[in-house]
T-cell receptor
Framework: NAGVTQTPKFRVLKTGQSMTLLCAQD?????MYWYRQDPGMGLRLIHYSVGEGTTAKGEVPDGYNVSRLKKQNFLLGLESAAPSQTSVYFC?????????????FGEGSRLTVL | GQQVMQIPQYQHVQEGEDFTTYCNSSTTLSNIQWYKQRPGGHPVFLIQLVKSGEVKKQKRLTFQFGEAKKNSSLHITATQTTDVGTYFCAGRDYGQNFVFGPGTRLSVLP
């Protein structure tokens, strides 16, 4: 039982390049989330999904796109990376949101944009 | 929009001392969660509080939810080096996703 797995764990991009972060969970969770973590700012929600085929914007969605084609996978894309997107990205999943299920986080993906 | 604040930002304690971090929301919350993140690690769920005035304990950790459901606290009794990390509260507004506070970083000197 791997829980929430993120790939890659580290990536360096040049400004303007694109990339995709993959999140996979094996807990059959309905809800999945992408957060970014910057020093002193906690975790900010980028996009989230309440089920396969659905996505919604969070607090800081600009510059990112997501897709949830399969229930177990949630992809975060950067079409044209900017230095402001240098951050640590965490994927999380939860069993149910209405009853405020706990969030299970992946180990994080550290992205540097030069 | 909803804002969640935490104080202090940093706390250095001697091993064996107590530690408290406070979480305040700009809006009334339906519930609040607490997470711990070890250095270099990922956030790990500690607890969830739902009821006004609720108090929950986990060994040396005591969690409280304010009567007005706008604030919360985490108190650690007799800190140990294993308590080192950043503690985040995450408040959920009614019908919204959780909003995380900026965290309190705890260091424990042996």
């Amino acid at each position: 039982n791997a829980g929430v797995t993120q790939t890659p764990k580290f990536r360096v991009l040049k400004t303007g390049q694109s990339m995709t972060l993959l999140c996979a969970q094996d807990m059959n969770h309905e809800y999945m989330y992408w957060y970014r973590q910057d020093p002193g700012m906690g975790l900010r929600l980028i996009h989230y999904s309440v089920g396969e085929g659905t996505t919604a914007k969070g607090e800081v969605p600009d510059g990112y796109n997501v897709s949830r084609l399969k229930k177990q996978n949630f992809l975060l894309g950067l079409e044209s990376a900017a230095p402001s997107q240098t951050s640590v990205y965490f994927c999380a999943s939860s069993f149910r949101r209405e009853n405020t299920g706990e969030l299970f986080f992946g180990e994080g993906s550290r992205l540097t944009v030069l | 929009g909803q804002q969640v604040m935490q104080i202090p930002q940093y706390q250095h304690v001697q091993e064996g001392e107590d530690f408290t971090t406070y979480c305040n929301s700009s809006t009334t919350l339906s519930n609040i969660q607490w997470y711990k993140q070890r250095p270099g690690g990922h956030p790990v769920f500690l607890i969830q509080l739902v009821k006004s005035g609720e108090v929950k304990k986990q060994k040396r950790l005591t969690f409280q939810f304010g009567e007005a459901k706008k604030n919360s606290s985490l108190h650690i009794t007799a800190t140990q080096t294993t308590d080192v990390g950043t503690y985040f509260c995450a408040g959920r507004d009614y019908g919204q996703n959780f909003v995380f506070g900026p965290g309190t970083r705890l260091s424990v000197l042996p």
